[in-house]
């Protein structure tokens, strides 16, 4: 039986001794991760510029001041570089940092490692036709 409980009557044996709510939890596999099939597709001239008009909104909406292709070309120079040597190097809070990572990941640019980030094949495209619609 589930949670380490060997057989139904101990389970409900457990159950008498307890006060307070008992909450059910389940849980269905609704498919992959769309963010996955994101990042490995390949960017379209139209797809790049509405990622780079996207994230220039970011940039003028936050408080902390333009971070989106900072924090792509620190992960791009980084990968897997912990959250928080990041967050100094760009000197702001880990805390801050984390929930625009994953802005950038749900918009397919970049890939949470074990420890860090990495550019997707997405994220890398965008950097290179960033850096050339630049120079």
Not at 17 to 32: A, F, P, S
Request: aromatic share 8%; no cysteine; glycine share 8%.
């Amino acid at each position: 039986m589930a949670a380490g409980i060997e057989d139904e009557d101990r389970w409900h044996e457990r159950l008498q001794k307890r006060e307070g709510e008992l909450y059910r939890i389940e849980l269905e596999w609704v498919g992959e991760d769309p963010r996955i099939e994101l990042r490995n597709q390949p960017l379209t001239p139209d797809e790049f510029e509405a990622l780079y008009f996207k994230l220039t909104k970011m940039d003028e909406r936050s408080t902390k001041g333009p971070w989106t292709f900072h924090i792509l070309r620190l992960i791009k120079k980084h990968p897997g570089r912990l959250a928080q040597l990041l967050a100094d190097e760009m000197r702001v809070e880990k805390q801050w940092l984390k929930p625009n990572i994953r802005k950038l990941k749900t918009l397919g640019l970049t890939i949470s490692l074990e420890v860090g980030y990495k550019l997707s094949r997405r994220g890398a495209s965008f950097m290179e036709k960033q850096k050339g619609s630049n120079g």
